[in-house]
């Protein structure tokens, strides 16, 4: 299961904020050397604010060991602020139904087999999300080899919004995949994982209300 949560509900899923922070730290700035701000062990920017969608995949512990953020394209992001000349197919999005996809990072020091499951549910749940919120494409940045490896391959299809760059030494560009249900079912057939993976804050007080009414 997949915990979605906003700053403003955060609190109802115990530390996965703080913790989702952690694994950033440990993804991005131990093990891939990026230089982007951090505190006390936690990895954050300037995107992460009230508007942010975040995405985790706790282990039994509940220790955050998967991660994805989702943002409006309504608000600053990073694509329009950071790499606009690589939008050249059509006008750099601003709309509530566009959205941007970041931060997508999975603790490494799982085992190979769990983190492709880690994988698999993190972008199931890109899509489970993005149609709670009436998303209708998530435009993002990454190399070209997670790209495929990422997305295409689990039935996800991504449409390349400009031309290559290098970006930390390896080919990268802008993508937009495209959400509907019918690519969600698609993506549930090439993964095996049939089953919602997403929990919301919606989903915990109803469980809460039922449990209350059984009482």
Not at 18 to 39: C, D, M, T, Y
Not at 98 to 108: A, V
Request: proline letters at 6%; glycine letters at 6%; a negative charge.
């Amino acid at each position: 299961m997949i915990d979605c949560f906003t700053y403003e509900d955060a609190h109802l899923f115990g530390d996965a904020l703080a913790s989702q922070f952690r694994l950033r730290h440990k993804v991005f700035i131990e093990r891939q050397g990026w230089g982007v701000p951090n505190w006390r062990g936690m990895e954050y920017d300037q995107y992460d604010t009230p508007a942010a969608v975040y995405c985790v995949w706790r282990d039994e512990e509940s220790h955050v060991r998967g991660v994805a953020r989702l943002a409006p394209t309504t608000v600053p992001y990073m694509i329009r602020d950071l790499w606009p000349d690589l939008v050249t197919e059509e006008p750099l999005p601003c709309a509530p139904h566009i959205w941007e996809s970041t931060r997508l990072g999975i603790d490494h020091d799982l085992p190979k087999e769990t983190r492709r499951r880690v994988l698999s549910e993190l972008v199931l749940a890109y899509l489970e999300a993005s149609l709670r919120y009436g998303v209708e494409g998530l435009i993002g940045i990454g190399y070209a080899w997670c790209w495929e490896h990422s997305f295409s391959r689990q039935g996800w299809p991504v449409r390349r919004m400009g031309p290559d760059a290098a970006i930390d030494g390896e080919a990268s560009y802008v993508g937009l995949l495209p959400v509907s249900a019918e690519i969600l079912a698609a993506v549930r057939k090439s993964t095996g994982i049939h089953h919602p993976v997403l929990r919301t804050a919606d989903d915990l007080r109803r469980a809460a209300t039922s449990m209350v009414a059984a009482e």
